[in-house]
T-cell receptor, first 113, second 114 residues
Framework: GAGVSQSPRYKVAKRGQDVALRCDPI?????LFWYQQALGQGPEFLTY????????KSGLPSDRFFAERPEGSVSTLKIQRTQQEDSAVYLC???????????FGSGTRLTVV | AQSVSQHNHHVILSEAASLELGCNYS??????LFWYVQYPGQHLQLLLK??????LVKGIKGFEAEFIKSKFSFNLRKPSVQWSDTAEYFC????????????FGAGTRLAVHP
């Protein structure tokens, strides 16, 4: 597609529920990032993929967060046993190559109740 | 620790006023610098970026930014704002030579009144 597509746009989860957020990057983009944006804050880095390899997961806040990109295209961010503090917008971005500007998706707004 | 600071959280201007949004970064090495804009209901878009060379960078929609290494600053400017510039603006930095792991500031919400 023409841009980075994320689904769902909105997700309401009950505390303790598992959620899966999907990112479809621009076709052919090697680099893929996930960011978390809390209300009133700038985005914070979660994890980075180069093709299917997860090269940096230093930003994942806990072991409840897990990301994958098994075929080097679509990526899924999974959050297990969601907590209220997980409420945020989760942004995905992709780039044609390393050290190049990247394109953001519109994000998934997760609300944990 | 690496960080990016944006001085103003909210800015209100009238159309045709000049704009300057402050951004300072804290990082020990060489950095790439960016300004992103998020219009209401839309995704983050790149306004401009600085990797190296001329420290005065021109971006889209009449925006420019100046990298001042001695001040660790990368302020965003526009000589005359329009109502359509109403948006949230984010400054970001990443270490040079890497994969552009961005560190964002908290953002500045700009409201331009007709």
């Amino acid at each position: 597609g023409a841009g980075v597509s994320q689904s769902p746009r909105y997700k309401v989860a009950k505390r303790g529920q598992d959620v899966a957020l999907r990112c479809d990057p621009i076709s052919g983009h090697v680099s893929l990032f996930w960011y978390q944006q809390a209300l009133g804050q700038g985005p914070e880095f979660l994890t980075y993929f180069q093709n299917e390899a997860q090269l940096d997961k230093s930003g994942l806040p806990s072991d409840r967060f897990f990301a994958e990109r098994p075929e080097g295209s679509v990526s899924t961010l999974k959050i297990q046993r969601t907590q209220q503090e997980d409420s945020a917008v989760y942004l995905c971005a992709s780039s044609v190559r390393q050290n190049y500007g990247y394109t953001f998706g519109s994000g998934t707004r997760l609300t944990v109740v | 620790a690496q960080s990016v600071s944006q001085h103003n959280h909210h800015v209100i201007l009238s159309e045709a006023a000049s704009l300057e949004l402050g951004c300072n970064y804290s990082y020990g090495g060489t950095v790439n610098l960016f300004w992103y804009v998020q219009y209401p209901g839309q995704h983050l878009q790149l306004l401009l970026k600085y990797f190296s060379g001329d420290p005065l960078v021109k971006g889209i929609k009449g925006f420019e930014a100046e990298f001042i290494k001695s001040k660790f600053s990368f302020n965003l400017r526009k000589p005359s704002v329009q109502w359509s510039d109403t948006a949230e603006y984010f400054c970001a930095a990443s270490p040079s030579g890497g994969y552009n792991k961005l560190i964002f500031g908290a953002g500045t919400r700009l409201a331009v009144h007709p």
